[in-house]
């Protein structure tokens, strides 16, 4: 509580800053997995896998990012980008490693074992009554704990988060998260810019680039997305472009059979015709899901998809 009376109104960031610094930060994330997106569909044949291990490969990046600025700045990109850093919450002075290993965890990891479980919930919640599951009794039973444990547990964590908030605001704690309290360091103003005269142009340009090329991946990611296509369509006011091109097989993938009504998949007359949005081909629906669950790619193109790019067509003679 010492140092708590010793921040001064100029050093304690307001709510609003630290919301922008938190909002930034979780656009990390969603800007490497749209990346890992379009490398995977520009070469599906050798580096699809890039796709199935984003989440792996957003938490290596994160954490390497992460703790590069924690050990050179004190604080995550973010809270650098607002001119925040970490000082210890008891004395008020730099952290140490314990708290940089600590506070890259909170940042980084973390926020990956929360995204995992929310898919497992969601995974677990799709597979529930879904044909052609092979999941064992044990495999069946964990799930449905998980689809009943996953939403108070998420209800926990963004209670805490608000209480902390509150709390913060109100000036009764200053630390504005639970990832600060389990660090043990607090957020305040860096108002000392004498370091960066002695920086070199390349670590400026190094610092002014990263958060430029995060906000361009944000703002490409946002104009293709589907919630903005509407307002594209309106900007762009532009004849209908043809078709896109048909995908093509790939030579590592399954052939297609010369009768449209035969599944690529099992070879035998197509039930419950369902494709995939990423490809067009058109197979059997327990045929692509069991397939698609197993490989995670059309198993003709080769091409990253999953279950959410399944399409059920409802033929008039199927």
Known sequence: MAFNEQIHASTRPNIFELFAQESMDGALRPAIQH????VAHAFPERLGTAWK??????????????YCYMRYHSGSFSEHFYSLKRVT???GGAIGES???ISVICLACLPYALARMERLHSDATFDTGAAGSSDSMSGRSIKAVLVKLYPYIHFMWEALKLIFRIKYLL????????QHWMAGVVLVRHLDDSHSDGMSVWKKLANAAFPAGLFTLKLLEWWYSEENSGNVRTLTTLPVPPPPP????????????????ICPI?????????TISTSGYVFCYSCILKYIRTHGVCPITRVPSSEKKMIRLYLQHS
Do not use: M, N, W
């Open 35 to 38: 990346v890992c997106k379009v």
């Open 53 to 66: 291990l984003a989440d792996e490969l957003c938490l290596a990046v994160e954490f390497f990012v992460q």
């Open 89 to 91: 919450a008891s004395k």
């Open 99 to 101: 708290a940089r290993i």
């Open 171 to 178: 000036r009764h704690t200053d630390c504005y998260s639970p």
């Open 246 to 261: 048909r995908v093509q097989p790939s030579p590592y993938g399954l052939a297609v059979p010369e009768d449209p009504h």
């Open 266 to 274: 099992c070879l035998q007359r197509k039930r419950d015709p369902t």
